[in-house]
T-cell receptor, first 112, second 111 residues
C-alpha cells in the first residue's frame, strides 16, 4: 500500500499528557498537510510543509501544538498538555502540487 | 473571508437513481475545487477535481459542474449504489495551498 499512512489510528490520553502522531506521506509528494476534524464538520487546516519547510500555520494551531518534518519525508504532530477540546480526528494529507491531496486514515484522539 | 458550504446536510436516494450534491462557495480566487468522499472512521477519499477554467468534468459515474457566476459546485453520481453511502465534502484550494472544506452532505442509499 503506497498511500498516506498514519500512526496510531487511535489514541486515548489523560488531560495534561503529551501525545505525538506520525504521518508517512506518499513518497514522491513534497507537500504534507495536517488537518483536524471534529464530529459533523469538514476537516480544518492546521499546517503544511513543502519538503522540510513548514510554510503555513493556521490560527487553530495553538502554542501547545508543534509539527515537524525533519527530512522532508515523514512528519510528526505533537500536542502538549492535552485538553478535552483537543479530542478530534487528526488527518494527514500529501500532494505533489497545489491540487488534489490524498488523505491518510487519520488518528482519532480522545482526551479523558 | 473564504468559505464553502453545502446546501443539504443529508440526502437519501433509491439505489439506481442519480444523486446530486450541491455546494456553494464565497469569495474565491481559487483555481481548483475538489470533491471528497468520507466513509465512517476513514479519511477523506479523493473523487474528482475541477479547475476554475472548466465548467464540467466527468469521471467514472461522477460529474462535477462548476458555475462561477453563482459560485456553485455540484457533484452528480449516476446509478447510485449502496457503496456510495458516505459523507461527501466539497473543498476549494486556499491561498495557503491548503484546502477549505464545507460541512459535508451525508448520502444514504436505500436498497
Amino acid at each position: 500500500d503506497t498511500g498516506v499512512s498514519q500512526d496510531p489510528r487511535h489514541k486515548i490520553t489523560k488531560r495534561g499528557q503529551n501525545v505525538t502522531f506520525r504521518c508517512d506521506p506518499i513518497s514522491e509528494h513534497n507537500r504534507l498537510y495536517w488537518y483536524r476534524q471534529t464530529l459533523g464538520q469538514g476537516p480544518e487546516f492546521l499546517t503544511y510543509f513543502q519538503n522540510e519547510a513548514q510554510l503555513e500555520k493556521s490560527r487553530l494551531l495553538s502554542d501547545r501544538f508543534s509539527a515537524e518534518r525533519p527530512k522532508g519525508s515523514f512528519s510528526t504532530l505533537e500536542i502538549q498538555r492535552t485538553e478535552q477540546g483537543d479530542s478530534a480526528m487528526y488527518l494527514c494529507a500529501s500532494s505533489p502540487d497545489r491540487a488534489e491531496a490524498f488523505f491518510g486514515q487519520g488518528t482519532r484522539l480522545t482526551v479523558v | 473571508g473564504e468559505s464553502v458550504g453545502l446546501h443539504l446536510p443529508t440526502l437519501s436516494v433509491q439505489e439506481g437513481d442519480n444523486s446530486i450534491i450541491n455546494c456553494a462557495y464565497s469569495n474565491s480566487a481559487s483555481d481548483y475545487f475538489i470533491w471528497y468522499k468520507q466513509e465512517s472512521g476513514k479519511g477523506p477519499q479523493f473523487i474528482i477535481d475541477i479547475r476554475s477554467n472548466m465548467d464540467k468534468r466527468q469521471g467514472q459515474r461522477v460529474t462535477v459542474l462548476l458555475n462561477k457566476t453563482v459560485k456553485h459546485l455540484s457533484l452528480q453520481i449516476a446509478a447510485t449504489q449502496p457503496g456510495d453511502s458516505a459523507v461527501y465534502f466539497c473543498a476549494k484550494g486556499g491561498s495557503q495551498g491548503n484546502l477549505i472544506f464545507g460541512k459535508g452532505t451525508k448520502l444514504s442509499v436505500k436498497p
